[in-house]
């Protein structure tokens, strides 16, 4: 179960957009990251739009902040521009690639040690789930914690965030949005996003691992688990759940929290 911290003094400097920006054009110029993009740049047709989007980056910020984040595993990039039947796994021929379950594909470049996961920005479940239209503004909206709104548009090397510097600063793991594509998938997320941060819970998710779940969408959720992430660590991120669901309310959940800091 992850540990939350707090940080009473922080350098702003650290925190500014500009700040974040820099650090975020250093990444791309990572040969793993580099390589991987130029790859994309040069075969994506012209007016197709790459976004960089939430947990890299997100992990950039908490190191810049603390010092230490959780390891970097994997990049989210969404494509945006392009037609309804563009098919990335075309674009990636003779690549090392497999599907994932959201209508994306997780590409192993030859060239880094992380992997990429790409979708067309259309094609992003929640968007298509509420018929909003592909835009980097609706994207930022449909994200669904506020520590993963932040967004690099490659092409133009400009950073787009909605309160996600603030919330890292806060340690905070709260909703940017209530737009669920569904409860099970929303609480897979909630548990593995704190286990790996050890970030507080707000209010707002507090409540909604506490109450919101069924006896039947909480079995969906460890079977989930075990697929994804194996029984191990399945028992660790329910037992968190448990932890959390054990305070009767969020004054002593939170009481708690800050008590142990």
Known sequence: MGK???????????????????????????????????????????????????GAIRNLIITQL???????????????????????????????????????????????????????????????????????????????FTINTILFEVNTGALFENNCIAAIEKRCLDFNTHRYYTKQLTAYRVLLIRHKTGFMLSEGVFAFLKHQLSVTELSDLTALFKNKVGKSKTRALMADYDYVCAYPNYPAYAAAIKGRN
Not at 25 to 54: C, K
Request: with cysteine; proline share 5%.
């Open 66 to 144: 603390f010092g230490h984040a959780p390891p970097t595993e994997d990049v989210d990039i969404f494509i945006g521009g392009l037609r309804n039947d563009f098919s990335l796994r075309y674009l990636l021929e003779g690549e090392d690639v497999e599907s994932t379950e959201l209508d994306g594909i997780r590409w192993h470049p030859a060239t880094s040690d992380l992997a990429f996961d790409l979708c067309l920005l259309q094609k992003f479940v929640t968007l298509q789930k509420y018929r909003l239209a592909p835009t980097r503004l609706n994207l930022l909206a449909c994200i669904d």
């Open 4 to 54: 939350s911290s707090t940080v009473t003094t922080l350098n702003k400097d650290l925190t500014s957009l500009e700040t974040v920006e820099t650090t975020v054009r250093q990444f791309i110029q990572l040969p793993g990251i580099l390589s991987a993009v130029d790859f994309l740049r040069e075969r994506l047709p012209h007016q197709a739009e790459i976004f960089i989007v939430g």
